[in-house]
Nanobody, 122 residues
Framework: QVHLVESGGGLVQAGGSLRLSCAAS????????MGWYRQAPGKQRELVAT???????TYVDSVKGRFTISRDNAKSTVYLQMNSLKPEDTAVYYC????????????????WGQGTQVTVSS
C-alpha cells in the first residue's frame, strides 16, 4: 500500500525559501531511499534529490548548495528545504521511493501523489 502526500509549496519571490514535506507510508519509508522530483510545464519529470535510509544524499547540479533533503524516520516524512529559489525552480514537486540500479536512480512506484506547486517569481 503506497501513501505519498506532498505539501508546503507556494508562491515566492526569487531568493526566497520554502520547505516541502512528503508524508509516506511507514512500511515504504522504513526500507527505502526517498527522492524528490519536479516537473515544469512542457518538460520531463526530473529527479532533484535523494536520501538513503542511512542519510546519504545526492542532488542534481542545479540545486546543489541551495536545497537540502532530510528525513524524519519517526514521522515517516521526507523534507526538501529550498533556499535561494530561482524562477527556474518553478515546477510541481513530487516525492517517491527510489532505488539505485548501480547506474542511476529509479522511482520504485508508478503511483504519484498530487504533488505540490512551487512558483518562483522574479
Amino acid at each position: 500500500q503506497v501513501h505519498l502526500v506532498e505539501s508546503g509549496g507556494g508562491l515566492v519571490q526569487a531568493g526566497g525559501s520554502l520547505r516541502l514535506s512528503c508524508a509516506a507510508s511507514a512500511s515504504v519509508f522504513s526500507i527505502n531511499a526517498m527522492g524528490w522530483y519536479r516537473q515544469a510545464p512542457g518538460k520531463q519529470r526530473e529527479l532533484v534529490a535523494t536520501i538513503t535510509t542511512g542519510g546519504k544524499t545526492t542532488y542534481v547540479d542545479s540545486v546543489k548548495g541551495r536545497f537540502t533533503i532530510s528525513r524524519d524516520n519517526a514521522k515517516s516524512t521526507v523534507y526538501l528545504q529550498m533556499n535561494s529559489l530561482k524562477p527556474e525552480d518553478t515546477a510541481v514537486y513530487y516525492c517517491n521511493a527510489v532505488k539505485w540500479s548501480g547506474v542511476k536512480w529509479y522511482n520504485q512506484y508508478n503511483y504519484w501523489g498530487q504533488g505540490t506547486q512551487v512558483t518562483v517569481s522574479s
